[in-house]
């Protein structure tokens, strides 16, 4: 079934993970969570917490359990069926992020056109990420509709791009 893409605002959001995974957990904190390891999972342990990441499969039943009806979002590290939520193949530069994902069918397949995209991104297209976020302050003040917002962002893009 096709997942629904989001980008995530996890500044000061507890984040719980399960084992040993630190690129996960640099990923997460350099997203702003308020993340705690353990290597041992008990149930308490999701007390507050808004997402778990598990990376230890003999503990991962039991955590997607305890997520699960507690309305905590959980990923199970490559057990698909014991996931809320899938990781993308991502790749940051500034303020752009890819982010590809095959919907679990083949992380491979999501690197490696990860990868492919990222390539294509070069210094310019970070410099005018950056000036178009200084303007867009202007922008939503000059401008009354969505539409000619726009139509002014394509305009602007379009002429530093070409």
């Not at 990923?75 to 809320?84: A, G, K, P």
């Not at 178009?132 to 401008?143: D, E, G, S, T, Y």
Request: proline share 2%; charged share 30%.
């Amino acid at each position: 079934m096709p997942s629904y893409v989001a980008c995530l605002d996890l500044t000061g959001r507890r984040v719980l993970v399960v084992g040993d995974a630190r690129h996960k957990v640099r990923a997460l904190e350099d997203a702003g969570a308020d993340v705690t390891v353990v290597d041992r999972y008990e149930r308490e342990q999701l007390d507050g917490v808004w997402l778990v990441v598990c990376v230890d499969r003999e503990q991962g039943e039991q955590v997607f359990a305890d997520a699960s009806a507690r309305h905590v979002f959980c990923n199970v590290e490559d057990v698909r069926e014991l996931c809320s939520f899938i990781l993308p193949a991502i790749h940051r530069r500034g303020d752009i992020t890819v982010a590809v994902s095959t919907d679990g069918a083949s992380p491979v397949l999501a690197q490696w056109l990860r990868d492919r995209f990222a390539s294509q991104i070069g210094f310019e297209h970070e410099q005018l990420a950056v000036e178009l976020r200084r303007i867009r302050p202007w922008v939503k003040r000059a401008f009354d509709t969505y539409e000619e917002r726009r139509d002014y962002f394509r305009a602007a893009v379009a002429k530093v791009l070409g």
